[in-house]
């Protein structure tokens, strides 16, 4: 075997492990929530004791699963898009305070 074939083997197998690693990264970044069968229920994170039923404005599709991009606010019926660093909706509207809802199981 000659030497330059071994460089080029171990080259293909690190580029191999930095495409996997790259791809779990973009995996764990985009956190966006499936759409969960029957109602959709999502509570306030400052209020937690009242639930509301949400309604569904935009899905979208990861990996073959259908996945929820924006629910309407139901304080101003404005849309609420998905926040990662928080997990829970943020209300995009500007006639009242910023809610920050989250999905209930």
């Known amino acids: 075997m000659a030497r330059g074939s071994s460089i080029r083997d171990r080259d293909r197998i ?3 492990a930095l495409r996997k690693m790259n ?3 973009r995996e764990a970044k985009n956190t966006l ?13 400052l209020n ?7 309604k569904l404005l935009r899905t ?5 699963r ?7 606010c139901p304080a101003c019926c404005s849309p609420m898009i998905w926040d ?8 995009t509207g ?8 989250e999905l209930v199981g």
């Open 23 to 25: 791809r779990k990264k």
């Open 84 to 91: 990662r660093i928080w997990n829970a909706f943020k209300c």
């Open 60 to 64: 979208g599709l990861k990996n073959r």
């Open 66 to 72: 259908t996945v929820i991009v924006s629910l309407e």
């Open 14 to 16: 690190m580029t191999k």
């Open 94 to 101: 500007k006639t009242h305070r910023k809610g920050i809802y």
């Open 48 to 54: 937690p004791g009242r639930r509301y039923p949400a």
């Open 33 to 45: 929530p499936l759409l969960p069968p029957g109602e959709i229920l999502i509570m306030d994170s």
